[in-house]
T-cell receptor, first 115, second 111 residues
Framework: EPEVTQTPSHQVTQMGQEVILRCVPI?????FYWYRQILGQKVEFLVS????????KSEIFDDQFSVERPDGSNFTLKIRSTKLEDSAMYFC?????????????FGEGSRLTVL | RKEVEQDPGPFNVPEGATVAFNCTYS??????FFWYRQDCRKEPKLLMS???SGNEDGRFTAQLNRASQYISLLIRDSKLSDSATYLC????????????FGAGTRLFVKA
């Protein structure tokens, strides 16, 4: 069964450093997403990406964050100048269809710890 | 009012029990509704979509009441393996991309 894969599974970084989280969405999907879940809190939408551009973003997704699909398979989330409060699980998801009942398929997540 | 609000948990039930989760949403124009399941420290996984006419998948039944902006999930004959957090998920109409998760309701099924 096709799946979304994410790397790394866990990254520890020092405050102020840049991190890049990588995702390989399901190959025939068209829509890509990043979500964040701080430990013990709810899953929060960060950004959606379609047709090589951001289609929607939340207020969390400020200038510190950026996304890219550099090569047609990888989908990356870059966090510049990390802060302690960026520590969270970051989930990548993809879907095949825009609206309606399009199911989101999630990767296993990348746990980011900022020290 | 929160965009998606769920019953506070946790629910502690014995095996074989029937348990119901409720969810309300604030955006009356919302189009799509789902229940996801999340195991501890794992990714959310789709349990079932929720259709206007209500739908059933084995022991699970989902209902939608658009007038009341209310979604429910009923689990019959609970199994130990049903222990998880159940997430109510709503997709607003606006752009079709943003999907909003409720905070989740934790279920513990005990032998």
């Amino acid at each position: 069964e096709p799946e979304v894969t994410q790397t790394p599974s866990h990254q520890v970084t020092q405050m102020g450093q840049e991190v890049i989280l990588r995702c390989v969405p399901i190959s025939n999907h068209l829509y890509f997403y990043w979500y964040r879940q701080i430990l013990g809190q709810k899953v929060e939408f960060l950004v959606s990406f379609y047709n090589n551009e951001i289609s929607e973003k939340s207020e969390i997704f400020d200038d510190q964050f950026s996304v890219e699909r550099p090569d047609g398979s990888n989908f990356t989330l870059k966090i510049r100048s990390t802060k302690l409060e960026d520590s969270a699980m970051y989930f990548c998801a993809s879907s095949g269809s825009r609206g309606g009942t399009g199911e989101l398929f999630f990767g296993e997540g990348s746990r980011l710890t900022v020290l | 009012r929160k965009e998606v609000e769920q019953d506070p948990g946790p629910f502690n039930v014995p095996e074989g029990a029937t348990v119901a989760f409720n969810c309300t949403y604030s955006n009356s124009a919302s189009q799509s509704f789902f229940w996801y399941r999340q195991d501890c420290r794992k990714e959310p996984k789709l349990l079932m979509s929720v259709y206007s006419s209500g739908n059933e998948d084995g022991r699970f039944t989902a209902q939608l009441n658009r007038a009341s902006q209310y979604i429910s999930l009923l689990i019959r004959d609970s199994k130990l393996s049903d222990s998880a957090t159940y997430l109510c998920v709503v997709r607003p109409q606006t752009g079709g991309f943003k999907t909003i998760f409720g905070a989740g309701t934790r279920l513990f099924v005990k032998a």
